[in-house]
């Protein structure tokens, strides 16, 4: 049955902006993320703590922490790739932190250096940490329809990996479809197959726009039940690891739909597409979500 209440998890200020191939000002950081705080967003991944020789992007990310003005109900989130990541980003002062495995050896080699079980296995002192400080932990799966070196995935693979995540005690699973191939059907398939044995309260849904897909996917994911969304202020960004990956589904885009459904979600939409064409001028380009470029006087 579609929620009557979204979540919206904005990760344009981490997803977003990682790929960027020009560096990004500091005070650009953080006005988008005040922006979208201001627009409603409760839930905003704004960094990740991972190696700066990999993501030069996100090489500020304790900077960023350390100056933000925080609004009261709002979560800080970040990546933390591995203990260390995890024991950074409790220093900075985040809220929640997310890790991050693969449907795929192929991805998790590129992306991680490391297999899919060894990923595991670093998560398990993260988990152990997070709990003694009382930090909660989201997870994400990438490569849930299709990796970019190993092809097409087989929904037992997304099953097992996001049942070894929720076995560790992550709260939630993100189910990422990282180069954006996925179409309705595909994610049908996936959901009928998850939905077999996670509850759907455990899942959120995280699209790549790349085919143009992102929508669409994410309206299946409501009909099934999903009631976390993650999306990209502005449809920014785009994976490094996932050659030809573009932006999420864009959040102006989304909250058009939730509006349009009459699905809650907090957000207002003015507020929202001010802030994305705010960083969009900031990146040097046009905001990328159509209800933004429908919206925004010529
Ligand atoms: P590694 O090479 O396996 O780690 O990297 P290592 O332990 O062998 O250490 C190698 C170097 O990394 C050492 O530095 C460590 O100190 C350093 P060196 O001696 O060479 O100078 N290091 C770190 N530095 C900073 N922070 C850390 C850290 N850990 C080790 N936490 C690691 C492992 C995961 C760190 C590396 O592979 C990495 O940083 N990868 C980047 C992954 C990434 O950020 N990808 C993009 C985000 S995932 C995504 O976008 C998908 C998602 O959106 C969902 C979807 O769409 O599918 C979430
Ligand atoms: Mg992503």
């Given amino acids: 049955m579609i929620p009557k ?4 998890v904005e990760v344009g200020p981490r997803d977003g902006l990682q790929n960027e191939a020009t560096p990004i000002h500091h005070d650009d950081k953080l006005a988008l993320i005040d922006g979208l705080a201001d627009a409603g967003l409760r839930a905003i991944e704004a960094g990740s703590f991972v190696n700066p020789k990999w993501v030069p992007q996100m090489a500020g990310s304790g900077d960023v922490f350390a100056a933000l003005q925080r609004r009261p109900g709002v979560v800080y989130s970040a990546l933390t790739p591995n203990l260390r990541g995890f024991e950074q980003a409790l ?7 997310a890790v991050f495995a693969a449907a795929s050896e192929g991805f998790s080699r590129k992306n991680i250096n490391c297999s899919v079980a060894e990923s595991l296995q670093r998560f398990e002192p993260v988990m152990v940490a997070a709990s003694a400080a009382g930090v909660p932990v989201r997870a994400y799966v990438s490569c ?31 189910l990422g479809d990282t180069v954006g191939q996925a179409t309705p059907a595909d994610t049908r398939r996936l959901l009928d197959t998850l939905l077999s044995a996670v509850p759907v ?20 994911a409501l009909d099934y039940g999903i009631a976390t969304i993650d999306s990209s202020v502005a449809g920014l960004g785009g994976c490094p690891y996932a050659r ?6 864009a959040t102006e885009d989304l909250v058009y739909m939730l509006n349009g459904m009459d699905i809650e979600h907090g957000v207002n939409l003015d507020k929202l597409i001010a802030a994305g064409n705010r960083i969009s001028a900031a990146l040097g ?3 990328q979500s159509k209800v933004a470029q429908a919206l925004t006087p010529p």
């Fill in 91 to 97: 220093a900075a002062g985040v809220d929640e932190v």
């Fill in 201 to 220: 309260g455990q899942l959120a849904a995280h699209f790549h726009d790349t085919y143009g897909q992102a929508l669409a996917n994410t309206l299946v």
């Fill in 285 to 287: 380009r046009r905001n």
């Fill in 5 to 8: 209440q979204v979540k919206i």
């Fill in 144 to 174: 849930v329809i299709a990796c970019p070196y190993d092809g097409r995935i087989d929904a037992s693979n997304v099953l097992n990996v996001t049942r070894a995540l929720l076995d560790l005690g992550c709260y939630e699973v993100s």
């Fill in 244 to 249: 030809g990956a573009s932006g999420n589904l």
